[in-house]
Each structure stands twice: as C-alpha cells, then as structure tokens.
C-alpha cells in the first residue's frame, strides 16, 4: 500500500497535529482531490461535509496550515497531518484546538481549556 485507499472510502477522516508541539488540533475529512491538492501545494485542503465542496484551512479566517508531514494508518483509511498552524487557531469558535472541551467522566462536568485566539463573529462577518 503506497497511499490512502480512497476507493475503499471516498471520505477519509484527517487528524491535524500541530507539528512542534504535537497538539492536536482538528479532526477533519479529505476526498482524493483534496489529498493531492495538499500535496501539490503544501496547504492542507479538506472535504466540507456541511458545505459540500471542497475546504481550504483558514480561506475565511486566515489561519491556514501548512503542511510539514503526513501520514496514513495500517487500513490505509486515516490520514495524519501534521501542520504549521499559522494564525494561532484551528478552530472556527476561535480556539487554537478544536478540542477546547474538556468532560469530567465521573461528573460528566464540561470545563474549557484555553483562551479564544480570535473572536470568530469579526472573523466570520455571516449577513
């Protein structure tokens, strides 16, 4: 197996890790076209299951990342990137991570980690 099998599944799912701290950032999805996009053009590009089409990381906010390495798992069917995560935030609340949420799994308590690196209703101006 030289590369992801994306005729076994055509959406993909992507974990991106930030590539010096080993953070994990975001879980998102790839198709083929948006795998060979990343690799031709280092930008990491995803599959938008909302929005049907395909996703270039921080076309809205800015805050792109660049690839640094990736990585497919044994099945062939998860991708890890891992990325330069340029304007401080993966997540589009604003958080550097995605995974700001933390449960408490005795209390099922949620407390959130971190601080908001960017306002997302400046950065998203939705009419």
């Known amino acids: 197996m030289n590369e992801p099998d994306f005729n076994k599944h055509p959406l993909i799912p992507v974990i991106a890790q930030d590539h010096q701290t080993g953070d994990v950032l975001m879980l ?28 270039r990381k921080g076309e809205e906010s800015g805050n792109v990342q660049h690839l640094k390495s990736l990585y497919f798992d044994c099945d062939a069917d998860t991708l890890l990137v891992k990325v330069d995560q340029i304007g401080g935030a993966a997540c589009h609340e604003g958080y550097r ?27 998203y101006k939705k009419s």
């Open 28 to 55: 998102a999805y790839m198709n083929q076209q948006a795998y060979e996009e990343t690799l031709q053009t280092g930008r990491v590009c995803y599959w938008s299951r909302s929005r049907e089409k395909l996703w």
């Open 97 to 123: 991570s995605c995974f700001f949420r933390r449960i408490d799994p005795q209390t099922r308590a949620v407390q959130v980690e971190g601080q908001r690196v960017f306002d997302p209703t400046q950065v």
